[in-house]
């Protein structure tokens, strides 16, 4: 079955840094990888999400990137701040692009 | 957003004790999800259901059923409780074909199984 790597398990960064978190897949036909964030207390939400037809996309302060001949996506996060604290999970379709694996999830702290 | 709702948010009940969560939304989306929620462990898919008639088992199915009931329900049963069912629950939902959609997740439902 499809299987999703997430590193590192914990990040902790200063505010104004950036931050990057790294996933790995084993399915070489999966074309789509969404980040969700998970605040303390709160559901996932999406953040970003990229298809394998780029290479990259950005959103104001984050952007993903995405080598497919490596099968691994990472999130960048830019001028951290304080609310982005939280879980951050990566994701990558599998068995027929039913369903999504997640990763383990990072916990990404920003230190004033 | 209150467009997925689960219930309860909160319970605590007893190894052996038949356990129901339930999950109600109004976005109108065809999909909908289980999935548990472990420290360290991310999120793992319990069962989940293209359509009313479509039922399909996740990564960790074992001592759990669903029943979906209409288009915007989707129920969970622990028919059993085991203290190692304690986690966060959570419920979700999609629009998109194959795997592409976004997925919009209810607050969520913990249980501790005692």
């Known amino acids: 079955g499809e299987n999703v790597e997430q590193h590192p398990s914990t990040l902790s960064v200063q505010e104004g840094d950036s931050a990057v978190i790294k996933c790995t897949y084993s399915?070489?036909?999966?074309?789509?990888f969404p980040w969700y964030k998970q605040e303390l207390g709160k559901r996932p939400q999406l953040i970003i999400d990229?298809?394998?037809?780029?290479g990259e996309k950005k959103d104001q302060r984050i952007a993903v990137t995405l080598n497919k001949t490596a099968k691994h996506f990472s999130l960048h996060i830019t001028e951290t701040q304080p609310e982005d604290s939280a879980v951050y999970f990566c994701a990558a379709p599998y068995t027929g692009f039913q369903k999504l694996v997640f990763g383990t999830g990072t916990r990404l702290l920003v230190s004033p | 957003d209150a467009d997925v709702t689960q219930t309860p948010r909160n319970r605590i009940t007893k190894t052996g004790k038949r356990i129901m969560l339930e999950c109600s939304q109004t976005?109108?989306?065809?999909?909908m999800y289980w999935y548990r929620q472990d420290p360290g462990l991310g999120l793992q898919l319990i069962y989940y259901?293209?359509?009313?008639?479509?039922?399909n088992k996740g990564e960790i199915s074992d001592g759990y059923s669903v029943s979906r009931q209409a288009q915007a329900k989707f129920s969970l049963s622990l028919e059993s409780a085991i203290p190692n069912q304690t986690a966060l629950y959570f419920c979700?939902?999609?629009?998109?074909?194959?795997?592409?959609?976004?997925?919009?997740f209810g607050e969520g439902s913990r249980l501790t199984v005692l």
């Open positions: 976005k109108g989306h065809d999909r």
């Open positions: 259901s293209f359509d009313v008639k479509d039922i």
């Open positions: 399915d070489s036909a999966s074309n789509y």
């Open positions: 979700a939902t999609s629009e998109g074909r194959g795997n592409t959609g976004e997925l919009f």
């Open positions: 990229i298809r394998s037809n780029v």
